[in-house]
């Protein structure tokens, strides 16, 4: 088992990073100059590394260390022969060095030097910022799990402006903090003065150094003895020690920042869905960067508090991995850091900022939007409204709904209502209990009361919300537990066995007679009786985030939509039946493929799409496709606040008004400024591009072949009813292990538990009545936090249950490491 | 007066530039090889374009490329003598040459090729992507503004790897298309074999080309001959060919794309506060790019359409500058396209990506809400909420209001009302009339009935709003202008006339016992007749943007704000009035300064604030600060959403709850995914950074200076009410020309103008009334959107009223040009 490397952070152990503009501008003379000013000094110990060197071990540069400067402690890791970049060396060598080893190493080290007392470590690159390191990756990307402050040696020659400024850049992008920028002077090209001046404004100090000697070819002894005298009086200089000082000065400055943060946050912020009473600056937890699948943080024992100061003698680290389990509030998919998605942040930054999109069009949006409609492969979808967040997307879906129903039934909300002397409700959804769909005052009347909205003043329920059956795995068992309320309804037992969560899934093979029966009755009750009239049908397929991750019977949901689509006089006496397509099964879209019947059907796709539950959307899970799909959270990849809500062409011409221009009143009158932002366009093309790679190179095949294992064999199933663009077979998998998840549903405190995609929730038993009250979780929640083997894991509750929730990147072997943590943890 | 440069794109004409990784890569040579290649060309004329050259003129590029490729055009356009950097040359000639002299004669050049017919032109740039222009300024920076696609040729040597690829992230960050990279080939260090394999994941192709024989040093007559075969054999080779295939191809793929747009986006897209009903693909500007003030667009004459295909024989260019007069819905500040914003936003994606923000917190974040509580000079605020835009950011002010209203009022808006049999109306919000607050349902509730939410099925008044007297300048006179609603309610006239904007807001010389009179009596009114319960003010101060750019009478909103404040039984029987300092002017903050009283009051600053009027924020235009403060739009600088609600200890305390952890419910649950994620809030702390630095450093101290004329000369006024942090002589003052907006005021089409900050509004006198319905101003956007000596106007109109909006950082050169184009176009 590897150690869980991260970013490191030594308060007694200084450890910087050289890095160079190009090969040849000076790292080593760099190096050995500061390693000659700190070899006198009595208070720390100096380590000179340099983990990947090619070329004669003897013109290694840790040989040159150890010649110059022999009382400090120098060291190479692995020595290639041949003097050429590291890729080609050890291509030479036929070898093979996979950066996990390199990083294991490197970490290895540091540990030891920290274990050694205090000190400070320099660690040199080979070649440039970007030259390849020996598996091909460079050397900024090898590191960058560490991030270690950065000592970038610049470029003194003819050009060197140029490459210094954009060695500068590579690092910066990918998250360094560059805390000095160090030259060798030349009196012609004078670089040090132009690059002292650039970098002033990025606030990076920058030092010329005197060059040192030319080389004396007549006598190698002569020309020792001149780099020694060079070494000797250069490291002593002023510049030197300016340099050493500044480091020294940023490294003690993050540190007492790091201490400093929880308290100026306790101060300073208002933090969203927080009780502050009683919190302390113990509750916040520092983030100092985040790489991949973990924050670098400081764990919570680590804050020192006023009552209990730091151990300046300590050499425990103060950043720690720290595994990001509730993926950043559901964003994360690509990783954190991830420096494709940072570069096209910047060069849709750097092309556009931000343009005006109402009668405008740039091409990341465009892009978008066609990628979205392309790859829903939902016949029903023609246009992509843009907007910034799940909430506001959601608002604009109602807003879109609503309207479309008002427009085909005839509906006015300001009529007053039409039922007599009882208080009229206007127009209605219908959804789901426990579902979420915003913190926005709109979509909160689409939930039923709670105590998200119970103490909201302008809160208002304004639908109806169905009881449903939920799939659950209970000691090993995977089941279908249907509420009190819906199973004496219907006449279903509250809890239905299954084989396997496909079986589930195979809907055309189980009955869904009840369902009907249930919902039918419902309606007739609602719509007839009450004479309530609803505008849209709106839920979270599958799987309810924010209510607690209830996994919806898919079968109930797919139930819910077709029922409403095929039966339209359940919602108004007067709608027509949709007509049935002439020549079933046409390859060309007839209109019960593509026009809303009964009820426009919005998903709030804001959480479970995007391959989140495992596929671009949950349409095939439930075999129905929606008029109108909101998509957010991982759109950006985890990066920058977007969103979409794509509707089809019916639901927008529902908004033409026939008043032409001057119809101004009858269109959607929403739009924030930032709409179709370029940067969050951009991000989202490579963003959900990649993914889309992903599933086409399988890799989660992986994942998906150990959840076929005790499923039922992939039999065609028929599809004669299916709607075009639905796959019938798909796969039901999670990133999760079926074994773990199963050994986890027959601990004695678990009530049961589900896994779909990359989401793992685990429900505890909660002998107080579940709910969003509940904190039966929150001890697991901090038994998780402590920092084991160096790392822990940062997890979110929603009252009782807890979940995980790994990006669409993470491997295997990391989750692996996470679920024995887990394992561990619950009794 | 010089031409508006701008993004440079003719059908007929290829313009190419051509970057090196470093410098000595082989610029000239690759230059040289493709200009060979293209001189047996009949169908175009080939130019080779050399800006400045440095070094003997015998050994300039354009040289080299006249004795080999003859027959083709080549020109260098500066030639400075000494073989150094541009910025020394020139130190050393002791010349100057500014960025824009440089831009003017290269856009004349492309211009001339234009007209002479069909071609191509290579741009050599100097050195490397980041070497400095003879200015100082970088290359990629000199040349951005024409975003010419880019011939990278990357570094062969060793480390030509990682400069290769530092050089391509440059330029991408700066927003260029990378069309190609080409290098010398060597058997040795192979980096075209790396480069390829790397550049292809960026959809770039790479090419290797055979390197040019070694130096014959001993004859000058052999060298030149084995060259001139070098360059024949070469330049007709297939990857010489390839790279101008490839290059051609992405030039006209580009075109057929702008083309295309405005159909796939008419198709794909449904557009923000559009009616679509009669729209076509002519109503949608491509903007294929946008720097500092301008759009690059397709001017919409050129858009070609089916009935009217683009004339393949036109030496039209197909992009043009379009001043972004909407500043992009609002949210410009610091220029489209700034490499700071862009790098700043790369450098939170390394690092970070998004991060947990709940009981978590980053650098960015942090550092945003000090600098925000900072600048505010307002010592009731003490706490800041993150969401992603204003619309949910006012959503938070308001649940924030009403909740600490209920609170101290003991109202639950669960009660079902006091008021006997009338329909309660809840808890409501008191506001001015024209109000708009966002486009999200609960805000969209805080504004009176319009045609913003006509249709909006679910919206609900909550509250009152006042009529309120306008500043309006009216022919060449600055005015208010009191509705008849409150001018017989006041006994006030219709319009009162004032010597200067300055002396409207010198609001302590002036008299306001009219208003406090109106306002009392119609708090009494609603309050104990009505019975009505009003939880918080909310108002966008001094201008009120979506309502038509109305310019409220400061001194009217300060009243409304001091009235309520000093007076809480308008609102609560019951309430107390505020304890009167025990010392005043005391310098530690007693109560009256930081708890609020009467009613929680919140500004809408989401449009006003942030130097948008010129001013951090309003507090100090209307004398009074507010508890809760929503800024957004400029908070990026023009970038991405984000929004802060930032609020005072009195208002954070409300949502406390006795019950501790427990509480949660009583907690404020409100929390969007990426909130304060780090990529926004570091452009933010970047962007506000700059501007608060642009203020200290006297940036506008012309702008001031101007509109200080004809008003009342500086005395000091009295302080003693003032509440602390509030500037009492601020300068109101606008970048647009006091003279240009007097004569506009004359106009015979003009009802009124008004100018702020960055803000010029033009009302039009509207016969049918005006109002969002109103297309007065269409036709006047039209005509400015006609393209003229090379650039137009985009402007965006609310109604009868068309207005005009700076960035911060837009020069009185270019207004100057702006101002007489809408001069010439205003009847």
């Known amino acids: 088992m590897q150690r869980r490397i991260g970013a490191v952070l030594w308060p007694k152990l200084q450890c910087l990073q050289i890095y160079g503009a190009n090969t040849d501008v000076g790292k080593t003379i760099v190096s050995t100059l500061l390693c000659s000013a700190l070899s006198g000094r009595k ?13 004669p071990l003897d013109e290694a540069d840790n040989s040159h260390i150890a010649r110059f400067v022999p009382n400090i402690h120098s060291k190479t890791l692995f020595q290639f022969s041949q003097p050429l970049s590291p890729h080609l060396a050890l291509a030479h060598d036929n070898a093979t060095l996979p950066d996990s080893q390199i990083q294991q190493s490197v970490h290895a080290e540091f540990s030891a030097y920290a274990q050694a007392g205090p000190g400070i470590a320099l660690v040199e690159t080979a070649g440039g910022v970007l030259s390849p390191a020996p598996s091909g990756t460079s050397q900024a990307d090898l590191y960058r799990p560490f991030r270690l402050p950065v000592l970038l040696v610049g470029d003194y020659r003819l050009g060197g402006i140029g490459t210094s400024i954009s060695a500068f850049e590579s690092l910066y992008l990918r998250g360094y903090d560059i805390n000095g920028v160090v030259l060798l002077e030349d009196d012609v090209y004078k670089n040090v003065d132009y690059l002292r001046e650039y970098f002033e404004k990025k606030k990076t ?3 010329g150094i005197q060059p040192p000697p030319p080389r004396d070819t007549t006598s190698i002894e002569k020309d020792a003895k001149a780099m020694q005298e060079y070494y000797n009086d250069t490291g002593s200089s002023r510049p030197i020690q300016d340099v050493l000082e500044t480091l020294t000065t940023a490294h003690e400055n993050r540190i007492e920042k790091l201490h400093a943060m929880p308290q100026q946050a306790h101060d300073a912020i208002w933090y969203p869905f927080t009780q502050h009473q009683g919190r302390t600056k113990e509750d916040i937890m520092v983030i100092d960067s985040a790489y991949n699948d973990d924050f670098a943080a400081v764990p919570k024992a680590a804050s ?14 103060l950043l720690q991995p720290s595994t990001d389990a509730s993926a950043s509030w559901w964003t994360q998919g690509l990783g954190h850091g991830n420096p494709t ?3 096209t ?7 556009y900022g931000h343009v005006m999109f109402a009668s405008a069009i740039n091409e990341p949006s465009l892009n978008l939007a066609q990628l979205l409609l392309t790859h829903h492969k939902n016949p029903r979808l023609a246009k992509v409204y843009y907007t910034d967040n799940g909430s506001t997307g959601m608002e604009v879906g109602i807003k879109m709904a609503l309207r479309a129903a008002c427009v085909r039934y005839g509906w006015d909300h300001r009529d007053g209502g039409k039922s007599g002397n009882r208080e009229d409700m206007g127009i209605e959804v219908l959804g789901l209990r426990g579902s979420y769909h915003g913190d926005t005052m709109g979509v909160m009347d689409a939930s039923e009361p709670s105590v998200y909205n119970d103490r909201v003043e302008w809160y208002k329920p304004r639908g109806y919300w169905f009881h449903f059956p939920q799939v659950k795995l209970q000691r090993g068992q995977w089941i279908i537990d249907a509420p009190p309320e819906i199973a004496s309804a219907c006449g279903l037992d509250t809890a239905q066995t299954f084989s396997s969560l496909n079986e589930i899934f195979d809907l055309q093979k189980r009955d869904n007679s009840k369902y009907i029966e249930y919902i039918t009755a419902t309606l007739t009750d609602l719509v007839q009786k009450q004479g309530r009239r609803f505008g849209a049908l709106v839920m979270e397929p599958v799987i309810l985030g924010a209510g607690g991750m209830l996994f919806a019977d898919p079968l109930f949901q797919h139930t819910l939509v077709t029922l409403i689509r095929s039966q339209p006089t359940l919602i108004s006496p007067t709608a027509s039946t949709p007509p049935t397509p ?40 439930l075999q129905s496709h929606p008029d109108i799909i909101v998509n957010a959270k991982l759109l950006t990849g985890g990066l920058v606040p977007l969103c979409t809500t794509t509707a089809s062409q019916s639901i927008f011409d529902a908004f033409l008004s026939e008043n032409g221009d001057k119809g101004k009143g009858d269109a959607l009158l929403h739009g924030h400024s930032y709409t179709a932002h370029a940067v969050g366009c ?13 599933e086409g190179g399988g890799a989660w095949d992986g994942f998906k072949g150990s959840w076929a294992r005790g499923s039922a064999a992939g039999t065609s199933r028929s599809d004669a009813s299916s709607e075009s663009g639905l796959e019938t077979n798909l796969p039901v998998w999670s990133c999760w292990s079926q074994d773990f998840v199963k050994e986890i549903s027959h601990k004695s405190s678990v009530s049961h538990v589900i896994a779909l995609g990359s989401v793992l929730a685990i429900a505890l038993k909660d002998e107080a009545g579940s709910g969003y009250n509940s904190n039966a979780s929150i001890s697991l929640r901090e038994k998780l936090l ?5 790392w822990n894991i940062h997890s979110r509750v929603l009252g009782n249950v807890i979940y995980f929730m790994a990006g669409q990147r993470t491997t295997r072997e990391y989750l692996w490491g996470v679920e024995g943590r887990i394992g561990g943890c619950i009794d």
């Open 205 to 207: 100090p920058t030092f």
């Open 304 to 317: 020192p508090s006023p009552s209990r100061p730091p151990k300046t003698e300590s050499n425990a680290p």
């Open 345 to 351: 942040a910047a060069n849709a930054a750097g092309r």
């Open 682 to 694: 951009s991000v989202a093309v490579e963003s959900l591009g990649g993914l889309v790679g992903m």
């Open 582 to 621: 002439s020549t079933p099964n046409s390859p060309t879209q007839d209109q019960t493929q593509t026009a809303w019947s009964g009820l426009p059907i919005l998903y709030d796709e804001v959480f479970t799409g995007l391959y989140r539950l495992g596929c671009f959307n949950c349409s095939s899970f």
């Open 43 to 55: 208070d720390l110990k100096t380590h000179y590394l340099k983990p990947v060197s090619t070329g």
């Open 786 to 790: 402590e920092t084991k083997e160096g």
């Open 341 to 343: 998605l940072a570069l």
